[in-house]
Structure formats: structure tokens, C-alpha cells
């Protein structure tokens, strides 16, 4: 059984930092495109960042640039999202995903397999 596992996630003031990871079992990831998306209440669901199998090519959404960081470690099977100077409307459920394509990232439907989220909480 294929599954993702985030965790990391917490309540944190404006300004701190958050490492979310998202443990991927039941099949290797290597190869595939790993990638992060967000959704706030009564939103939908949003691209966050997403890097290739080999982790040489990455993208980010504009509102994050500069601040966080996907990383991946093949070996564990893991991808990792360094987040940094958090905001108050970064909070948010932080879901990770997968597919074998790295294409088309921005794009919820373009993902296979997803996870099950982890609660992102920035106070003022």
C-alpha cells in the first residue's frame, strides 16, 4: 500500500521557521517528482514547490520564494520543505504529493499520489 506521511507541522509566531517532511512507503519514489501544495479554510488547494526525481530542477510559488526550501533525499524516500520567515497566511493544512511526470506541477490534478496534510499555524 502506497503511502505519503507529512509531519512537522505545528503552531509557530511570524517570523519562525517549520521543516515539514513527507515520509513516502509501499514503493520507492526515486524517480518521481515530488512537490508540496497548501489549503487554507475556504480556499483552494494551492501549489507550494515541487522538484524533479534528481532534485536538480525546482519551482516555487512567487509567495514563497525566498522562503522555503524543497529538498528531497532519495535514499529515505523523503521530501522536505525548509520554511522560513513564516506568515500569518501561510497557515494552512501543507499536503505532499508525487507523480512520475514533473510536469504541468502547479497543478493539483497533475499529482498522483498525495498525503494525508499536516496543520501549518503562523500567529501574529
Known amino acids: 500500500q502506497v503511502q505519503l506521511v507529512e509531519s512537522g507541522g505545528g503552531l509557530v509566531q511570524a517570523g519562525g521557521s517549520l521543516r515539514l517532511s513527507c515520509a513516502a512507503s509501499?514503493?520507492?519514489?526515486?524517480?518521481?517528482?515530488r512537490g508540496w501544495f497548501r489549503q487554507a479554510p475556504g480556499k483552494e488547494r494551492e501549489f507550494v514547490a515541487a522538484?524533479?526525481?534528481?532534485?536538480?530542477?525546482?519551482v516555487y510559488a512567487d509567495s514563497v520564494k525566498g522562503r522555503f526550501t524543497i529538498s528531497r533525499d532519495n535514499a529515505k524516500n523523503t521530501v522536505y520543505l525548509q520554511m522560513n520567515s513564516l506568515k500569518p497566511e501561510d497557515t494552512a493544512v501543507y499536503y505532499c504529493?508525487?507523480?512520475?511526470?514533473?510536469?504541468?506541477?502547479?497543478?493539483?490534478?497533475?499529482?498522483?499520489?498525495w498525503g494525508q496534510g499536516t496543520q501549518v499555524t503562523v500567529s501574529s
Open positions: 504529493a508525487a507523480d512520475p511526470s514533473f510536469s504541468r506541477v502547479g497543478v493539483p490534478r497533475s499529482w498522483n499520489y
Open positions: 509501499g514503493r520507492t519514489f526515486s524517480s518521481y517528482a
Open positions: 522538484i524533479s526525481w534528481s532534485g536538480g530542477n525546482t
